[in-house]
């Protein structure tokens, strides 16, 4: 078994305003040659997002533990906990694209400082994980929708190939984890390579699934997450514990849980204990699968999101499945009714906007929103909405969204006749642009795009 980001990171990312929904991709180089200091003087270097789940108690925390750690996102169950039990050694291999050696040993140290886990980069040798990047069409010639992915048992590219399909590669007969293989794109968008990086890697090390309902987390197949965030240190750092080990059973671990959280997030023992949760049925699954399935029709993939809205409703969920499913439809539905698209993304608003650490999720769908308002000519509505998604959007390391929102800023400014000011906000678009698209040919088509819906375009392509 292996896991990937399929194409709903594609699709995530599309709905985002990102690069990775452009044609033809782009080459490492050209977006090396966009990536300037001032973008990496951009982020905070601290941990990333609110601290772990202000509003979830404990109980909560350890109810998602297990259920990331004991089964796969196809649903089968793993029979015991495995993780790396020896300091562990990461290795890069393959066409290794510029400013990933950067990323990796940033990568690597919040690993060390936030989740306390001992891993280190080996420059030569064998590693217990192997990150090996490859063009993205050698990738998906043998995973066809893989944007990236990991494989346990393997060491490189080469490797797989030649145990694929075996048990060697089956998550669910391992005792222990020795050696793992991420393998990457390496001709996309750093911000495609970086996102790819931080999930993969972290399910190399940790959790194997992915739960919808989850927000503050990259282990959410909605995406919405671009690199780790501290409830996902704190996942990490539960699962490299002393007080666990490879090999424990679901019962073994849940019966050490509330001790281990006791002490690791002592603030989540004072929290309510958490309400019962409704499983998500694989019928929500499959549907939200079609709705953002490539190559169909759009009208049968906006079909599958109404399908997803009636599972939540039909369920009463308020949760962060509730929220894709409306936003999914209210994308889908942008070129075709506009005001049903709104009442559909004010459907997602209204729902992210009560939960924990959705702010990054709320920002998306200002961006769709402040997209149909300057479709719609109302050029102060979309202004107020980009300038609200922009802290968050640049919080959550998104650049691809921050450079987005700004060109939205820039024909607002532009259609209210403040040419100064727009003027500006496409300068402050190009200061975020070359991380988040890739090159400057992708960075024109996502400008021209924008451009568009100011003369009455409905959606972003």
């Given at each position: 078994?292996?896991?990937?980001?399929?194409?709903?990171?594609?699709?995530?990312?599309?709905?985002?305003?990102?690069?990775?929904?452009?044609?033809?991709?782009?080459?490492?180089?050209?977006?090396?040659?966009?990536?300037?200091?001032?973008?990496?003087?951009?982020?905070d270097p601290g941990p990333v997002g609110p601290p772990p789940r202000r509003a979830a108690s404990n109980a909560e925390i350890a109810r998602d533990f297990l259920e990331l750690a004991f089964s796969l996102e196809?649903?089968?169950?793993?029979?015991?906990?495995?993780?790396?039990?020896?300091?562990?050694?990461?290795?890069?291999?393959?066409?290794?694209?510029?400013?990933?050696?950067?990323?990796?040993?940033?990568?690597?140290?919040?690993?060390?400082?936030?989740?306390?886990?001992?891993?280190?980069?080996?420059?030569?040798?064998?590693?217990?994980?192997?990150?090996?990047?490859?063009?993205?069409?050698?990738?998906?010639?043998l995973v066809p929708n893989a944007a990236c992915f990991v494989v346990p048992g393997v060491s490189g590219w080469q490797d797989y190939r030649a145990l694929r399909g075996s048990s060697a590669t089956d998550w669910?007969?391992?005792?222990?984890?020795?050696?793992?293989?991420?393998?990457?794109?390496?001709?996309?968008?750093?911000?495609?390579?970086?996102?790819?990086?931080?999930?993969?890697?972290?399910?190399?090390?940790?959790?194997?699934?992915?739960?919808?309902?989850?927000?503050?987390?990259?282990?959410?197949?909605?995406?919405?997450?671009?690199?780790?965030?501290?409830?996902?240190?704190?996942?990490?750092?539960?699962?490299?514990?002393?007080?666990?080990?490879?090999?424990?059973?679901?019962?073994?671990?849940?019966?050490?849980?509330?001790?281990?959280?006791?002490?690791?997030?002592?603030?989540?023992?004072?929290?309510?204990?958490?309400?019962?949760?409704?499983?998500?049925?694989?019928?929500?699954?499959?549907?939200?699968?079609?709705?953002?399935?490539?190559?169909?029709?759009?009208?049968?993939?906006?079909?599958?999101?109404?399908?997803?809205?009636?599972?939540?409703?039909?369920?009463?969920?308020?949760?962060?499945?509730?929220?894709?499913?409306?936003?999914?439809?209210?994308?889908?539905?942008?070129?075709?009714?506009?005001?049903?698209?709104?009442?559909?993304?004010?459907?997602?608003?209204?729902?992210?906007?009560?939960?924990?650490?959705?702010?990054?999720?709320?920002?998306?769908?200002?961006?769709?929103?402040?997209?149909?308002?300057?479709?719609?000519?109302?050029?102060?509505?979309?202004?107020?909405?980009?300038?609200?998604?922009?802290?968050?959007?640049?919080?959550?390391?998104?650049?691809?969204?921050?450079?987005?929102?700004?060109?939205?800023?820039?024909?607002?400014?532009?259609?209210?006749?403040?040419?100064?000011?727009?003027?500006?906000?496409?300068?402050?678009?190009?200061?975020?642009?070359?991380?988040?698209?890739?090159?400057?040919?992708?960075?024109?088509?996502?400008?021209?795009?924008?451009?568009?819906?100011a003369q009455g375009a409905s959606r972003l392509r």
């Amino acid at each position: 078994m292996l896991l990937h980001r399929t194409t709903l990171f594609l699709f995530a990312a599309a709905l985002a305003g990102c690069a990775a929904d452009l044609p033809g991709g782009t080459t490492a180089r050209a977006a090396s040659e966009l990536l300037s200091p001032p973008l990496i003087a951009g982020f905070d270097p601290g941990p990333v997002g609110p601290p772990p789940r202000r509003a979830a108690s404990n109980a909560e925390i350890a109810r998602d533990f297990l259920e990331l750690a004991f089964s796969l996102e196809s649903g089968r169950r793993l029979p015991v906990l495995t993780r790396f039990e020896e300091p562990i050694t990461l290795a890069l291999a393959g066409a290794v694209p510029p400013g990933a050696g950067e990323e990796v040993a940033g990568l690597l140290a919040r690993l060390r400082g936030e989740a306390g886990i001992a891993i280190w980069q080996e420059q030569r040798g064998a590693a217990a994980i192997t990150v090996e990047f490859l063009p993205r069409h050698d990738m998906q010639a043998l995973v066809p929708n893989a944007a990236c992915f990991v494989v346990p048992g393997v060491s490189g590219w080469q490797d797989y190939r030649a145990l694929r399909g075996s048990s060697a590669t089956d998550w669910t007969l391992l005792a222990t984890r020795s050696r793992v293989s991420v393998f990457l794109p390496s001709d996309v968008a750093p911000q495609e390579m970086r996102d790819c990086l931080h999930e993969e890697v972290a399910q190399a090390l940790g959790p194997l699934n992915d739960l919808y309902r989850l927000t503050d987390s990259v282990f959410n197949d909605d995406n919405f997450q671009a690199v780790l965030t501290r409830t996902d240190m704190l996942l990490l750092r539960v699962y490299y514990a002393p007080e666990l080990a490879s090999g424990m059973t679901e019962a073994e671990v849940a019966a050490r849980l509330p001790a281990l959280l006791a002490r690791l997030n002592p603030a989540g023992g004072r929290a309510a204990a958490p309400a019962p949760q409704i499983p998500t049925p694989r019928s929500f699954q499959t549907a939200i699968d079609a709705a953002l399935a490539g190559g169909a029709s759009t009208e049968g993939r906006r079909s599958a999101a109404r399908n997803a809205v009636s599972i939540a409703t039909a369920a009463g969920w308020n949760d962060a499945r509730a929220g894709f499913a409306w936003f999914a439809l209210g994308r889908l539905s942008a070129a075709s009714d506009p005001a049903a698209a709104r009442e559909a993304l004010l459907m997602a608003a209204a729902i992210y906007r009560r939960l924990p650490g959705a702010a990054i999720q709320y920002a998306h769908v200002e961006m769709q929103l402040a997209v149909l308002a300057l479709a719609a000519r109302q050029p102060e509505d979309a202004l107020a909405l980009a300038d609200r998604a922009l802290g968050p959007a640049i919080a959550a390391e998104n650049p691809a969204l921050a450079a987005t929102l700004h060109l939205i800023r820039a024909e607002a400014f532009a259609a209210r006749g403040q040419m100064a000011a727009a003027a500006a906000a496409r300068l402050d678009s190009a200061r975020w642009a070359g991380y988040g698209f890739g090159s400057q040919a992708a960075a024109d088509r996502r400008a021209a795009e924008v451009a568009a819906l100011a003369q009455g375009a409905s959606r972003l392509r």
